[in-house]
């Protein structure tokens, strides 16, 4: 089931930053096209090209009916979404950027209860934001709150909030439960990030060995 959810995570996340990514070029790729149509017109315009200029002005007219004015509103939203869930997926596998040295440092005892607190600190915070989450989303809803562009219900949107947050808080959880069995804390590997130079990379190793 853990396996099945981690998947759908990873699925998720991939699928919003591809839709993000396509429906950026789209909307460049156009507003580019209906400049370059512009720019041919009033060169054959200048240049009493009067063909040139018809077909100029077809293209123009074909292409600025495709409105995209909604293209940035939804890679807005798009983004919201692989922000919450991608927040989630950094908790599971130990991407988020920490303060450690002072865990790191201590030992025993001392170093299992600050990391369980700090921890627990996470539960709680997304636990917290799911709730408030929830709730705002059930007013919103019930508001009947469109989008500008999209024209779209807006709770479903800000849904984005209650579940990426707890999600966020059952990895908080996940991760809590595994340190206090095994004592490992889940760490991403820079040894496998391009673009660090090996003394980089053996020092990130050291800051987690």
Same mark, same amino acid.
Request: proline share 2%; with cysteine.
């Given at each position: 089931?853990?396996r099945?959810l981690?998947?759908?995570?990873? *699925?998720l996340?991939?699928?919003?930053?591809?839709?993000?990514? &396509?429906?950026? /070029?789209?909307?460049?790729t156009?507003?580019?096209?209906?400049g370059?149509?512009?720019?041919?017109?009033?060169?054959?315009?200048?240049?009493?090209?009067?063909?040139l200029?018809e077909?100029a =002005?077809? &293209?123009?007219?074909? *292409?600025?009916?495709?409105?995209?004015?909604? +293209?940035?509103?939804?890679?807005?939203y798009?983004? &919201?979404?692989?922000?919450? /869930?991608?927040? +989630?997926?950094?908790? =599971?596998?130990?991407?988020?950027?920490?303060v450690?040295?002072?865990?790191?440092?201590?030992?025993?005892?001392a =170093?299992?209860t600050?990391?369980?607190?700090?921890?627990?600190?996470?539960?709680?915070?997304? +636990?917290?934001?799911? *709730?408030?989450?929830?709730?705002?989303?059930?007013?919103?809803?019930?508001?009947?709150?469109?989008?500008?562009d999209?024209?779209m219900?807006?709770?479903?949107?800000?849904?984005?909030?209650?579940?990426?947050?707890?999600?966020?808080?059952?990895? /908080?959880?996940?991760?809590? &439960?595994? /340190?206090? =069995?095994?004592?490992?804390?889940?760490?991403?590997?820079?040894?496998?990030?391009?673009?660090?130079?090996?003394?980089?990379k053996?020092?990130?190793?050291?800051?987690?060995?």
């Amino acid at each position: 089931m853990l396996r099945l959810l981690d998947r759908l995570e990873e *699925v998720l996340i991939a699928t919003l930053i591809a839709a993000a990514t &396509v429906l950026i /070029f789209l909307a460049v790729t156009h507003r580019f096209a209906i400049g370059f149509a512009a720019d041919l017109v009033a060169y054959a315009r200048t240049n009493d090209m009067p063909g040139l200029m018809e077909q100029a =002005r077809s &293209v123009f007219k074909a *292409v600025n009916a495709l409105k995209m004015t909604w +293209a940035q509103e939804a890679c807005i939203y798009l983004f &919201v979404w692989m922000a919450k /869930f991608g927040a +989630a997926y950094g908790v =599971r596998t130990g991407i988020h950027v920490g303060v450690d040295i002072l865990a790191e440092r201590l030992e025993g005892t001392a =170093r299992k209860t600050i990391t369980t607190i700090a921890m627990s600190g996470g539960v709680i915070f997304t +636990a917290i934001i799911a *709730v408030i989450g929830t709730d705002f989303v059930w007013h919103v809803r019930a508001g009947g709150q469109t989008s500008p562009d999209l024209e779209m219900p807006m709770w479903i949107i800000y849904l984005a909030v209650p579940l990426g947050s707890a999600l966020m808080c059952f990895r /908080f959880i996940q991760a809590l &439960v595994k /340190f206090l =069995r095994t004592g490992e804390i889940a760490h991403h590997d820079h040894g496998a990030v391009d673009g660090l130079d090996d003394e980089a990379k053996d020092l990130a190793k050291g800051g987690h060995a």
